[in-house]
């Protein structure tokens, strides 16, 4: 199928796809930070930034940054996670601490580098670029399309090889067919028609093989169909709860080694708190109002590293 072909019918390829033809994934078990000593809200780059420049509360941050590091190193100690990682932000970065978006790491230590719409945010990438090759992955630089922001808009299926990318505000669907084609992986590519949720990671939560969150309206028609037929138990978020907690930025970690697994949000959701206790998650509520300023949250804080 041409590029164009692929990205008029964005999913016409999968319309019959089937989880049990998928192969399996083992997830990854390494937690990547970086630390937020240079972290700023400078310009406005989503709708949740707006009026914030200048209301940023740094000492607030960085004890947040600190509480959300210490859950990750007490998963580590409970053995839910393996290693809890540490990137040094860098001066004149002031988002390079929501380390989910400037690369996308993949099972066979190739990594995806990241085309970052914000000329601010491209100084990040190369950063990460270099942590990534220290850890002996090799980089994967992507060649027709014009945006992508990594593991921001790329979300697996729980232990499976299959894929779900995001696109609209930040990534180009141009990049889920070079990103398919080179890693041999199927992507859902996912409309995000609503600006509230600019990354896929602010609206869609895998909570296992069957079950998801998310908030409807951040989805179009087929994009919502192409999901529900993916996941037998789909919680729906609503949107007023999903914008106002970054609910659906929480981060769900399953360890395969021994089925410990655990879910870390911020503060204060309802529904999204109820679907993870139905699921049989331990969670760990947390504050992250000073990132939420800056438009993320949990999920956005950390990179998951195989
Ligand atoms: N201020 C950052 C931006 O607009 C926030 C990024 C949040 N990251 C995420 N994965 N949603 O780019």
């Known amino acids: 199928m041409s590029m164009e072909t692929a990205i ?86 002031e988002d390079m601490v929501f380390c989910a978006n400037q690369t996308f790491p993949w099972i066979d230590k190739r990594v995806v580098i990241s085309k970052m719409r914000h000329p601010s945010r491209q100084k990040e990438v190369p950063f990460f670029e270099a942590y990534f090759k220290a850890l002996g992955y090799q980089a994967i630089h992507l060649k027709e399309a014009t945006m992508f922001e990594g593991m921001g808009d790329t979300i697996p299926h729980p232990h499976k090889k299959l894929l779900y990318g995001g696109f609209g505000h930040r990534s180009d669907p141009k ?66 709860e999903a914008i106002s907690s970054f609910c659906l930025n929480a ?29 049989g998650y331990p969670i760990y509520e947390t504050a992250t109002s000073e990132f939420m300023k800056s438009g993320g949250s949990v999920f956005c804080m950390k990179m998951m590293v195989y």
């Open 251 to 279: 981060h769900v970690i399953h360890n395969d080694k021994n089925g410990k697994k655990a879910a870390i949000l911020q503060k204060g959701s309802v529904h999204a708190l109820e679907a993870l206790k139905q699921c």
């Open 175 to 240: 990049a889920y067919v070079e990103i398919s084609k080179t890693l041999q992986v199927p992507i859902i590519r996912l409309e995000l028609p609503n600006p509230n949720f600019y990354h896929l990671d602010t609206c869609f939560v895998p909570l296992s093989e069957t079950e998801v969150m998310l908030c409807r309206e951040a989805f179009t028609a087929e994009g919502l169909a192409m999901i529900e037929s993916m996941f037998s138990k789909v919680f729906y978020i609503p949107e007023s």
């Open 8 to 93: 008029k019918n964005y999913n016409s390829e999968y319309n019959n796809i089937q989880l049990t033809n998928i192969e399996s994934r083992p997830e990854p078990l390494k937690v990547l930070m970086c630390s937020p000593t240079y972290f700023d809200i400078i310009d406005v780059k989503n709708t949740h930034m707006l009026g914030q420049s200048g209301n940023l509360n740094k000492d607030l941050a960085r004890q947040q940054w600190q509480d959300l590091h210490d859950i990750y190193l007490q998963l580590k100690a409970e053995g839910v996670v393996e290693e809890v990682m540490l990137i040094d932000g860098a001066e004149g970065c």
